[in-house]
């Protein structure tokens, strides 16, 4: 049984240490894909001004799973999030990876 385990946490934290190739866009995106190639570009960058662009005035956004029960935020609710998050990050002296991240809890719409 020990040996077992032993091999159990060996093979997990091996698992742990690899990591995927960064994604490559293709030459030529989808639409929806170039849309979602900007998003990342103007969020990593905090240019809140050209991600603004890609979101309708009916925007929202919720954070999932959606039984936490918190509200949906507009787009301008939204966009001031962005810039407290962005505000916070400054004053820790971190910057925002996107490219690394997980996938965000967020459900757009």
Same mark, same amino acid.
């Not at 293709?26 to 662009?53: C, G, M």
């Not at 916070?88 to 002296?93: D, I, R, V």
């Given at each position: 049984?020990?040996?077992?385990?032993?091999?159990? *946490?060996?093979?997990?934290?091996?698992?742990?240490?690899?990591?995927?190739?960064p994604?490559?866009?293709?030459?030529?995106?989808?639409p929806?894909?170039?849309?979602?190639? *900007?998003?990342y570009?103007?969020?990593?960058?905090f240019?809140?001004?050209?991600?603004?662009?890609?979101?309708?005035?009916?925007?929202?956004?919720?954070?999932?799973?959606?039984?936490?029960?918190?509200? *949906? *935020?507009?787009?301008?609710?939204?966009?001031?999030?962005?810039? +407290?998050?962005?505000?916070n990050?400054?004053?820790?002296? +971190?910057?925002?990876d996107?490219?690394r991240?997980?996938m965000?809890?967020?459900?757009?719409?």
């Amino acid at each position: 049984m020990g040996q077992g385990l032993s091999r159990q *946490k060996s093979a997990s934290s091996s698992l742990h240490k690899m990591s995927s190739p960064p994604y490559e866009f293709p030459e030529d995106p989808s639409p929806q894909l170039e849309v979602i190639r *900007k998003y990342y570009a103007y969020l990593s960058a905090f240019d809140f001004d050209n991600l603004s662009t890609l979101m309708t005035d009916d925007f929202t956004q919720q954070m999932a799973p959606l039984s936490l029960g918190v509200p *949906k *935020k507009t787009k301008g609710d939204f966009l001031a999030f962005l810039g +407290q998050y962005q505000a916070n990050l400054n004053l820790q002296g +971190q910057r925002l990876d996107v490219s690394r991240a997980p996938m965000t809890p967020f459900v757009l719409s």
